[in-house]
């Protein structure tokens, strides 16, 4: 699909032609974009390199760069998609495979008229700083959605036996729920580093365009990219820290379990022996002519059980 801004231009005007917005095109599309802007356009197998001397070029002044970023399509799952963009001081030509909401914010101002850009690099930048709130928004999400997992982690009281059960059920569920985060932060960063590279890229060879109007917005936008992208190695360590608090706790849950375990397979020894002393039916035993044999057999084989028992809560075992 071929859209162009302002909507309603001449095609036959290039000039008249801001933006370019190229989403899923077929090879006709970009044909089209070819002969408006003059310049040739990427395809999604070049879009997807990962060399930076394939992301970013230049030639005859304009400028082709390409980035990852996450892309969002309604009823789907998020996924991480290249966005292309062809960049001279007549033209932006957007080149994506997938719902872009910086996209959709672009093209909201142009047909509003109001705050609408004016040239090309105007609309790259409102572009690029759409990219970055969409990115810093996904930040914020993540860091809500660990922050409420540390809570209910950290500030649980400790339970044993059922609940002890469905507390480690919980965790379990949480740590997919933290790795699931992880991969989010993973592909926002991923995507940070590309917007980073293209407006550095385009700060240093835009810096003459419009007259310089829009380099002191350019430089901004370097730091905005550079804060997130700290933001960003923020909640790597905050991700990290909660896989091993979890893994921490799950053996711990299990450390409880093989304790009980160990200590009532050491309390039944002792009766067991007992009872496999007075078990054996030798004829000359003295127990066997007692009147209270049976009775002391019992009582032997209980204190067998319950010494080891008292000597364990009195070292504190559990």
């Not at 960063?189 to 829009?214: I, K, M, N, P, Q």
Request: hydrophobic share 45%; net charge negative; with cysteine.
């Amino acid at each position: 699909m071929l859209k162009t801004f302002p909507a309603g231009a001449d095609l036959e005007t290039p000039p008249a032609v801001i933006w370019l917005d190229l989403h899923d095109p077929t090879p006709a599309e970009l044909a089209e974009a070819e002969r408006i802007v003059g310049a040739p356009m990427p395809t999604r197998a070049g879009l997807s390199e990962i060399e930076t001397s394939s992301r970013l070029r230049s030639r005859e002044g304009v400028l082709s760069m390409s980035m990852p970023t996450v892309t969002h399509d309604p009823g789907g799952p998020a996924e991480v998609l290249p966005v292309g963009f062809v960049l001279s001081q007549s033209h932006l030509v957007t080149i994506r495979f997938g719902r872009l909401r910086a996209a959709e914010a672009l093209a909201a101002r142009f047909e509003a008229g109001t705050n609408a850009p004016t040239c090309s690099l105007d609309a790259f930048v409102g572009l690029c700083d759409d990219i970055v709130d969409v990115l810093a928004d996904v930040l914020e999400q993540i860091a809500g959605e660990l922050k409420t997992i540390s809570t209910t982690l950290f500030r649980t009281k400790y339970t044993e036996g059922p609940e002890a059960v469905r507390s480690n059920r919980m965790i379990s569920v949480q740590l997919r729920q933290v790795g699931r985060l992880g991969d989010q932060a993973s592909e926002a960063r991923d995507a940070l580093l590309g917007v980073g590279r293209v407006v550095d890229f385009a700060c240093e060879l835009t810096g003459s365009w419009a007259e310089g109007r829009f380099e002191p917005s350019l430089r901004s936008l370097r730091q905005d990219v550079a804060s997130l992208d700290d933001y960003q190695v923020h909640l790597d360590d905050k991700v990290q820290f909660l896989l091993d608090a979890m893994v921490g706790l799950i053996g711990m849950a299990q450390n409880d379990i093989f304790k009980v375990l160990t200590i009532v397979s050491i309390v039944g020894i002792p009766p067991t022996l007992m009872a496999g002393v007075y078990g054996m039916n030798f004829h000359y035993m003295p127990e066997l002519a007692w009147a209270w044999g049976y009775p002391y057999g019992l009582a032997v084989i209980a204190l067998s059980a319950i010494i080891p028992l008292a000597w364990f809560k009195l070292r504190g075992w559990f």
